[in-house]
């Protein structure tokens, strides 16, 4: 699998990154009879981090795929969403995830483990026939009127007619479409996934999210319901009083000193040598830059209120593959037509996306009148009223 490739062999398609994001391009450009060759920068492929929320949005096309059996068999199917407060534990408001709930959208609300999603994905690219190369580190890419090379940095260059760019947050080929970097939120994440023996407060008919001020703490099951997944997530002060050494446990357990009980506890499950400090992305319009294209958190890095961050990265897979079958004549392919109305179709929801996961953290760490106020709305809204949403799972 990490064999290195003359660069003297073309491919139709090089996807960079062996995330989410590009495995589902390559299985997608794949599926349209393209060849597609994969760089993985690691010597495995693998994914580091435990739970993530699958959205109708996004297993709709899992199902078109054919890989959402396989999701659903890894994963839980949970009941409801649910919002609480994190200070007096009382639950606010539900989204009812039932029978009701899949037949709005045509498709079910799946609760996967990382790593599950990612074997998925990785399998299903294997068997598709993607070409998968690790421990390749991209340089640069040239594109040219009708390819483009990809430099590695064992001084390999590989030819192919585009390069879609899957390199994540901190992607090396968003710099050949816009000069940014990412937009460091001053929060931190930790995160735990134990046995369910160890955690049965959690319930696994629930995502619940306990909302506190400038803080909050999600908990849902995972594999089956053989596992918990917990998730803190908090505003670290040292970070704004612009302290180089911030986001550390102290500041974690100062965070949550007033919650409830409920959610204090959850603490003691998350892993404390490590943490995840918050980054996105700023909008942008344009994804592309001649035969290169930016997919996933590299186009739109995204906080993680709305969980979508691999749900939009799915979307761009699939929208990218559908316009390749649209634009294209026997063998050729008009790639500036597909990068045009890839862009066209998945630009304006991806921003939104950004923007609304912002306002939407915002929401939750409110403290004062604004909380209550905020806690008095959800408490009055009607559980199966779907007009909020259906913009993001698409009714």
């Not at 068997?127 to 580190?137: C, D, F, I, R």
């Not at 909302?211 to 849902?220: A, E, I, L, S």
């Not at 950004?354 to 306002?359: I, L, M």
Request: include cysteine; charged fraction near 25%; proline fraction near 4%.
């Amino acid at each position: 699998m990490n064999n290195r490739t003359s660069g003297s062999e073309s491919q139709d398609v090089i996807v960079v990154g062996g995330g989410i994001g590009g495995l589902a391009t390559a299985f997608s450009l794949r599926q349209q009879g393209l060849s597609v060759r994969l760089l993985e920068r690691a010597p495995e492929f693998g994914e580091v981090g435990a739970g993530l929320q699958l959205g109708p949005n996004a297993t709709r096309i899992l199902d078109n795929w054919g890989l959402l059996d396989e999701v659903r068999a890894a994963g839980v199917e949970p009941k409801r969403l649910v919002l609480g407060d994190a200070i007096t534990g009382e639950k606010l408001t539900h989204l009812p995830l039932g029978e009701e709930f899949q037949q709005h959208y045509g498709a079910p609300y799946v609760v996967v483990h990382r790593s599950d999603l990612h074997r998925i994905l990785l399998e299903a690219c294997r068997e598709a026939g993607v070409e998968l190369q690790t421990n390749s580190t991209v340089e640069r890419v040239e594109t040219g009127s009708d390819s483009a090379r990809t430099y590695l940095s064992d001084g390999t260059a590989l030819k192919s007619q585009v390069v879609i760019g899957a390199d994540g947050l901190n992607s090396r080929l968003r710099s050949h479409v816009v000069d940014d970097e990412p937009v460091c939120s001053g929060y931190v994440a930790y995160r735990g996934a134990v046995p369910i023996s160890e955690r049965p407060d959690v319930d696994l008919d629930e995502v619940i999210a306990w909302m506190g001020p400038g803080c909050h703490f999600v908990h849902y099951g995972l594999r089956q319901g053989k596992m918990a997944n917990l998730v803190a997530v908090f505003r670290s002060p040292k970070y704004f009083a612009g302290e180089a050494d911030w986001g550390g446990p102290d500041e974690l357990d100062t965070a949550f000193a007033q919650c409830c009980d409920r959610v204090r506890q959850g603490l003691d499950s998350l892993w404390r040598d490590r943490h995840w400090k918050m980054y996105d992305r700023i909008p942008i319009s344009n994804w592309s830059n001649g035969r290169l294209m930016l997919v996933g958190d590299a186009a739109h890095a995204t906080l993680q209120y709305l969980a979508q961050g691999a749900c939009q990265s799915i979307e761009d897979a699939e929208v990218l593959g559908s316009q390749v079958g649209k634009h294209r004549d026997g063998e050729s392919v008009d790639w500036e037509e597909v990068f045009s109305a890839t862009q066209q179709i998945r630009a304006p929801q991806a921003s939104k996306v950004q923007t609304t996961a912002r306002t939407w953290g915002d929401i939750w760490h409110v403290d004062g009148l604004a909380r209550s106020l905020r806690n008095e709305l959800l408490a009055t809204r009607s559980p199966n009223d779907y007009k909020h949403i259906d913009w993001l799972y698409g009714a």
